[in-house]
């Protein structure tokens, strides 16, 4: 593999295949985010939701990148396969909004409506 800014020594001693890993599910202590897309401001908005289901907050932004810093950065999550997740949905709505299909969270796992 090649590093991006360091030369990269090769001295891997094993290699993982994670082909069908699926994590175990935990609710976060500090809550769950709901995301939508708002095609009018093009931005995507984050509802910051309580383990009671109370909605206290929405982060809004343009890119995946500055809500996920943001996010951290306030202490929003505390579970780094939460913060992992959180990433990958907010990736799949910015390339919602720049390809122009519609954005649903978790589909197949998650019969929630956006907030």
């Not at 939701?49 to 306030?74: A, F, Q, S």
């Not at 959180?86 to 929630?112: I, M, N, R, T």
Request: glycine fraction near 6%; charge should be negative.
């Amino acid at each position: 593999m090649n590093g991006k800014w360091f030369e990269i020594i090769d001295e891997t001693k094993e290699e993982i295949d994670a082909t069908g890993f699926r994590q175990k599910w935990v609710l976060d202590p500090k809550g769950y985010f709901l995301i939508r897309v708002n095609l009018k401001m093009k931005s995507i908005e984050v509802g910051h939701c309580t383990i009671n289901h109370c909605l206290i907050r929405v982060i809004k932004g343009k890119t995946p990148e500055e809500i996920m810093y943001k996010i951290i950065d306030l202490g929003y999550v505390s579970l780094t396969d939460h913060a992992a997740y959180l990433g990958k949905e907010l990736e799949k709505a910015f390339l919602s909004l720049k390809l122009g299909f519609e954005y649903v969270q978790d589909p197949e796992f998650c019969p929630l409506t956006n907030f």
